[in-house]
């Protein structure tokens, strides 16, 4: 029977270019995961947008001279554009931009403030007296209250991805001039997030299934105690608050932009032609993931559902299985001393498939993983071109020039030839059930363990020997094989869309390889194939000195 499954995907700040530490923490994961229930025939909304209110944004527009808006209409088009080459499937990536986020934010935040989860009270906010303003949380850097990192900001810390508030910051200081700021009071809504501490908790005990550190971090966090938290601030920019007399002040952007999973689920509804559709993907039988990297854990196991929890008639989280970090040759990412690999650089230069490769087999599922150029340029060369790759040239070449471009009718199977058929049907059960538990990596590891047996497979029965004193044998073997490669071509299409799209046309499937169904799709005898070319580069060992050199040279 066929499963609904809501993919929910970390809203990126339309501030800055996408690098790989984005893309191995939060995109590649869902995309993996929806092209595979799309294979399965389960109905999947995959929904995203970049988040165009809160800070980051109205610094990098007074970096650059320009308006929030021109920002981030600049990187919302980019990250369009990234998705689309690097083959990230969203449904819908809209924005948090549009008229109907704000008024599905506003809707929530009155029924929250309706049901009493929501509340007024005087806060003491930063206020920086040579800048003669009140200064939002990201505008208030110093030290970590919780771990003692000195690059705490105001609202949260990123070396131990603990939220903070500007007052509990040690040795609290004005980013624009550096000034001490004062606290001055000021009128604010705070989310009443005691309420809903005993549900979360009993809640959070039940989601035995989340990965371990998930898991962890959030029962260590809710022991530690929840307090309220002000959900709007002093700031000219991002949604206005719903109520007379706050004119001048905004939703806070933590708030709204989770309530962007729904929205964007309604204005995909909407465009769908049927309003009321989002019901689907929001009530009764459906599962809810949410993809994110680490630092943003508490917002979707803690924040999230107290929110849902308080609106009362839309479904909790399933699983948030978020990632942790992607360090780059061995150390820690940084985007402002540029030690990072910037996905509109990456994607001008290769191609999407090798990278989608190596973040995957080298996934930060349970551990920070590392990238470098030399294992970027090892794997595509000994894994994809002279495994996989080399695999599928050398059947499909001999085949379609020995075979007149037909797949071979195959004789008795020998046992040999049954075991690795064996183990193609092993390979997509063992896959399936890893992908549907979000074990990316383990599953990828498992289809190049198909792929290399493969290879072994063919050597050992040499039919471009054999077929001099048996053409039968060699038909049969190279049939062996094409079944194989019909395998492999639909267990890694989550991982490597285009060559297996490419390898399933090689193949003389039609349509797109989503559409055969998660199943060893035997090519029929007879079937024409079109003339194979090599699926995968071979990559220059030059790439690794010239690519690392551009490591660490700040560029803007
Ligand atoms: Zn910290
Ligand atoms: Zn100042």
Redesign the pocket.
């Known amino acids: 029977m066929s499963e609904r499954i809501f993919i929910g995907v970390a809203w990126p700040y339309a501030d800055g270019p996408l690098h790989l530490g984005h893309i191995a923490g939060a995109y590649l994961p869902p995309d993996i995961f929806a092209r595979y229930h799309r294979t399965k025939g389960n109905e999947v909304l995959m929904v995203s947008g970049s988040d165009q209110h809160g800070t980051p944004i109205t610094i990098k527009a007074e970096q650059e001279g320009k308006t929030p808006g021109e920002i981030v209409t600049q990187y919302h088009q980019q990250f369009l554009d990234s998705w689309q080459k690097l083959g990230i499937s969203f449904d819908l990536f809209t924005n948090t931009g549009t008229a109907n986020h704000a008024k599905v934010s506003c809707d929530i935040f009155l029924t929250l403030l309706d049901k009493g989860y929501i509340y007024k009270a005087s806060m003491s906010q930063p206020f920086?007296?040579?800048?003669?303003?009140f200064?939002p949380d990201r505008?208030i850097e110093g030290t970590c209250p919780y771990c003692n990192s000195s690059g705490a900001r105001g609202d949260q810390c990123d070396e131990c991805g603990k939220p903070i508030s500007p007052v509990e910051v040690i040795n609290p200081r004005?980013?624009?001039?550096?000034?001490t700021?004062q606290f001055k009071d000021s009128e604010h809504f705070f989310l009443k997030l005691t309420a809903f501490e005993d549900r979360l908790l009993a809640w959070v005990k039940q989601q035995t299934h989340w990965r371990q550190n998930v898991f962890n971090f959030t029962m260590r966090y809710l022991e530690g105690g929840l307090k309220d938290r002000a959900i709007t601030r002093d700031i000219e920019w991002g949604i206005l608050v719903p109520v007379d007399g706050f004119e001048g002040k905004r939703l806070y952007v933590w708030f709204e932009a989770v309530i962007g999973y729904l929205s964007a689920t309604k204005e995909w509804a909407k465009s769908s032609g049927d309003e009321e559709r989002w019901r689907s993907f929001w009530q009764g039988e459906v599962k809810s993931y949410y993809f994110i990297g680490k630092d943003n854990i508490i917002f979707h196991t803690i924040i999230w559902p107290a929110m849902l929890m308080g609106y009362n008639d839309l479904n909790l989280p399933y699983d948030v299985p978020a990632n942790e970090f992607l360090t780059i040759e061995g150390k820690r990412l940084s985007t402002s001393r540029n030690w990072a690999v910037w996905l509109p650089d990456y994607l001008s230069r290769y191609d999407p498939d090798p990278l989608r490769y190596l973040l995957s087999i080298n996934m930060p599922e349970t551990g920070d993983t590392d990238f470098s150029w030399r294992e970027f340029v090892r794997r595509n060369n000994d894994e994809l071109v002279a495994t996989y790759g080399n695999l599928v040239q050398r059947v499909l070449t001999f085949v379609y020039r020995s075979f007149d471009g037909c797949v071979p009718m195959s004789g008795e199977l020998d046992s040999r030839s049954q075991a690795l058929l064996n183990k193609a049907k092993d390979t997509l059960n063992t896959m399936d059930g890893l992908l549907y538990h979000c074990h990316f990596k383990e599953a990828i590891r498992s289809a190049m363990s198909l792929a290399q047996e493969a290879n072994r497979y063919l050597d050992e029965k040499s039919p471009w020997k054999t077929i001099k004193q048996d053409r039968q044998a060699s038909a049969t073997a190279l049939y062996v094989a094409i079944s194989v490669l019909s395998c492999l071509r639909t267990v890694l299409y989550p991982f490597l869309p285009f060559s297996s799209q490419k390898l399933h046309e090689f193949l003389g499937f039609k349509g797109n390889v989503e559409d055969d169904g998660w199943q060893l799709h035997f090519p029929p005898p007879g079937q024409k194939l079109l003339p194979p070319e090599p699926l995968f580069s071979k990559l220059d060992e030059g790439l690794v000195d010239e690519e690392t050199r551009r490591l660490g040279h700040v560029r803007f």
């Open positions: 920086c007296p040579l800048c003669q303003r200064l505008y004005c980013r624009l001039c550096g000034t700021p």
